[in-house]
């Protein structure tokens, strides 16, 4: 068992209260979008200044699925825009940024393969990952192809690895040549170090005139982007070849005999930004909406990097403007604001106003910029709740509800997430129907909803 695993228990991580106001600070200017225009503008600027076509870095890892599918989209932005990829590869992560490095390998093959289709992709895997000796033969052929190739035949080889056809892997090998380890080893250092001096840390990653977008789920970012700079080839029109799906919120009838649980923290932006979202899939749908909230993952010992938090300030940022969320003005409430807030919400479920302290606390934290490590911050978030704050201070330092935040983690853990915001859709019976994580795939439970309704 992991290390995050056999986590228990809370630290408080409080910062001192100027870093906490610069934290913030920091994060609300990143994730501006007039700071986003303005560096995109001053890039552009500097591009035709210098002569440059439009180049996008991408950033792929043999065995990730998300890498698989981000493959696919090479060709087509090719064939759409006017474009020119530098492709770099890169070996998988075993450090602070991947802190369950397993559950994310597993999943990215779980998870690309139930989304493929929605995106005009197709992932055909085995039941399993691939074993480590077809990695190795699909990393010394990928290495060893030149860029032009990596678009149809690279993706050739990759269908062959996630089928584990070693037979087929080997005649690859025959027809288009192999690199040595000694080379694929000097490739994915040097893919290593340009990603690391870009100031990332995933895969399946594209870069563009200082900006990041991650796989397929944010790839139409990077196309509205090519769009909005008349990128286009000749022949094609603003249509976007990897489009947002879309939240249904259209039902045939009330699916009152699902329930979806919905997994959740106090200091995480996307389970902000997408709170809204779910609680109006539940009242669209009919769904039984069960919260149910856990620890920040910094607060139970996993360490947020430097790296991570600087693309999650602007790429959550972004998220939120294109749902419409409530977002933008942030005031961190890490460590003691967040262990109040779950010792307030025990008491506040006994009033029934269990998600509606949740909701006003992540509303200050996340939207309106409130000091929640000030007991006049908190008094707001109380009030905004419809409860009082004479009773509630008397409960500011209950600590029942670490039984409760702990099996809600473990329960997270059942379906191969770590992480929030998380989602499980159960049955009448209670039986699981599919667990996901992440914003990104509320359009996803939604589409499972509808089609059980159908």
Known sequence: ???????????????SPFKRWLTSKIMTYLGG???????RKRREAKRIKEGRRHVIEYFHQVD?????????LLEKFKAHYDVEFIIHLVPALRDDNFPEPELWQEMSR???????AHYGLTFNCAESLPPPNLVAKASCILSHLSTEDFYTKGLLVSECLWRCDEAALDNFAEQLGTASKQQVTHQLDLGSARRKALKHYSSATFWYEGEWYWG???????????????????????SIIAPRPEIETNFPTKANQLT???????????????????????????????????????????????EKG???????AREARTVGADYGNFYDPIGTPVLQAYSLYMWALTQDKGNELLTAFLKAAFARGINTNR????????????????????????????DLLEGNRLAMYQFGSWGVPSYRLLDASGQQIMGVWGQDRLWLVAKKISELLD
């Not at 979008?33 to 560096?39: A, D, F, M, T």
């Not at 007991?375 to 509800?401: I, M, P």
């Open 1 to 15: 068992m992991s290390k995050v695993t056999q986590q228990r228990g809370a630290s408080s991580s409080s910062p």
């Open 110 to 116: 779980a998870d690309a393969q139930r989304i493929a």
């Open 375 to 402: 007991q006049s911050g908190l008094r707001k978030v109380v009030e905004s709740a419809g409860l009082t704050w004479s009773e509630a201070k008397q409960h500011l330092h209950d600590d029942d509800w670490k």
């Open 216 to 238: 397929v789920d944010r790839s139409y970012h990077l196309e509205q982007r090519l769009i909005s700079l008349a990128a286009q080839n000749q022949l094609h029109d603003n």
């Open 64 to 72: 990730d699925g998300y890498s698989h599918l981000a493959l696919q």
């Open 310 to 316: 600087l693309y999650l300030a602007t790429d959550v």
């Open 260 to 306: 979806l649980e919905f997994f959740a923290s106090l200091r995480s932006p996307y389970t902000a930004m997408i709170w809204d979202a779910t609680f109006k899939l539940a009242e669209d749908s009919g769904v039984k909406l069960v919260v149910r909230p856990v620890l920040p993952m910094v607060m139970r010992g996993v360490p947020a990097t430097l």
């Open 33 to 39: 979008e007039q700071r986003l225009l303005k560096v």
